[in-house]
């Protein structure tokens, strides 16, 4: 049971930024479609969010 929490304390992480970064590939062809100013700030806001989540994982894989 606790290789099952370690290893899902990895997976878990990487599948929630992975599904982020699809979300944002998919806000950022809807506003190549309709620009729009308060989408470019979600995604600009969502990328910020991305990279400090990938900046975690970093970390978290270094200390490991």
Do not use: C, F, N, Y
């Amino acid at each position: 049971m606790q290789e099952i929490k370690v290893l899902k304390a990895w997976i878990t992480p990487h599948s929630d930024l992975a599904a982020r970064a699809d979300d944002a590939a998919g806000m950022l062809e809807l506003l190549e479609l309709e620009p729009d100013a308060d989408l470019a700030a979600d995604i600009g806001t969502e990328l910020e969010k991305i990279a400090a989540g990938l900046d975690k994982l970093e970390l978290q894989t270094m200390l490991q």
